[in-house]
């Protein structure tokens, strides 16, 4: 059976509702045929990935636009000095990261090292 697209939006909501890692309750969901789109803020990447994993769970979705904003808010909200420091005390322990690496953070992104881009610093 198909879902309409008001069932499988009322689903993933649910399945948002019912997911321990996602506390937002800013998080959109729209549904076409299928597809998903998220969006809305959240206050950590980790629940922006777990309110994409709880999406995948639900029967009928076929594809996810995730557009939800990471907004750090209170304990999870860190200065630049902070990521930058967190940023490169991982690449130090890292064996396969040249050790003239350096981190450039500016409004809590990471921008261009010496030796080129840093991508998910949010992993670190």
């Known amino acids: 059976m198909i879902k309409t697209n008001t069932q499988l939006q009322k689903d993933v909501m649910d399945e948002l509702k019912w997911e321990p890692c996602v506390t ?3 998080i959109g969901v729209a549904a076409n045929n299928g597809d998903v789109t998220l969006s809305g803020t959240v206050p950590t990447f980790a629940e922006k990935f777990a309110a994409e994993r709880a999406t995948r769970r639900v029967a009928g979705v076929k594809a996810i636009a995730e557009e939800i904003k990471v907004m750090p808010l209170g304990t999870h909200k860190r200065k630049d000095q902070e990521i930058a420091d967190a940023a490169s005390r991982a690449l130090r322990s890292h064996v396969w990261v040249p050790s003239d690496v350096r981190v450039a953070v500016e409004n809590g992104w ?3 090292a010496q030796r080129g881009m840093l991508r998910y610093l949010h992993m670190l």
Request: hydrophobic content about 15%.
């Open 110 to 112: 990471p921008g261009h």
């Open 24 to 26: 937002a309750t800013e």
